[in-house]
């Protein structure tokens, strides 16, 4: 029998839910809306941007807290409250490491990178801002019971997930072959740690659609 997060959340818990993905959903198309600038060269508006993306996801840490409360004191299965704030506990980590990215560009002298260099990050943010936005995606229908929709995201990250991986090496390599051109030093530290962090997002996002889909199958009766 199929079932929604609706059916077993108080109101309480699933107004506060509903915000946290709320926010977690505005952070992500601020963070899309940061990337596109950066694409066109706008890095100020850019800049501007990413800041947005770590207030909205700082913001969301209030609502997160208070809505792992109301499951941990909650008369669920075991099994299902630990699935939950399982599940809660991996979206607020891939928060985490977009706020992340989005403070090492709003302190990374983007046009100072080797324009190869500077494409191939591009690329990475481009892939990621994808993920980010199916995985804000995916959480909403999960909340409205549209299991299929979630399902046909899942995949899509999981596809996206492979490219961020290519993405990241290639990245590797390049900075590995501009190390003598790239001034100074802090620079190079910069833009590894910076691509590090963008794949981390991308394994995470991909970690969360697949805990996701486990909570559809094995918990809420949705499709395989």
């Not at 490491?97 to 481009?126: D, H, Y």
Request: charged share 30%; hydrophobic share 40%.
């Amino acid at each position: 029998m199929k079932l929604l997060l609706s059916d077993v959340l108080s109101e309480e818990a699933m107004r506060n839910l509903e915000k946290y993905v709320e926010l977690i959903t505005n952070a992500s198309e601020k963070f899309t809306e940061a990337v596109r600038l950066l694409n066109d060269v706008k890095i100020s508006e850019s800049q501007s941007s990413f800041s947005q993306v770590v207030k909205l996801l700082d913001q969301s840490g209030r609502y997160k807290a208070t809505l792992e409360d109301e499951i941990a004191n909650s008369s669920l299965d075991p099994g299902f409250k630990e699935e939950l704030l399982s599940l809660i506990s991996q979206i607020d980590e891939v928060g985490d490491l977009v706020k992340e990215s989005a403070r090492e560009f709003t302190i990374l002298p983007f046009l100072e990178i080797p324009i190869q260099l500077r494409e191939g990050l591009l690329k990475l943010t481009r892939t990621v801002s994808e993920m980010i936005s199916d995985l804000s995606e995916s959480t909403k229908a999960l909340i409205i019971g549209e299991y299929s929709r979630v399902d046909a995201f899942i995949e899509r990250l999981i596809e996206l997930e492979e490219k961020a991986d290519e993405l990241e090496l290639n990245n590797r390599a390049m900075l590995l072959s501009f190390s003598e051109k790239i001034k100074p030093y802090a620079l190079h530290l910069l833009i590894h740690d910076l691509n590090s962090i963008l794949e981390n997002t991308a394994d995470s996002c991909a970690r969360t659609a697949r805990r996701i889909k486990l909570l559809v199958v094995a918990w809420l009766g949705g499709v395989s």
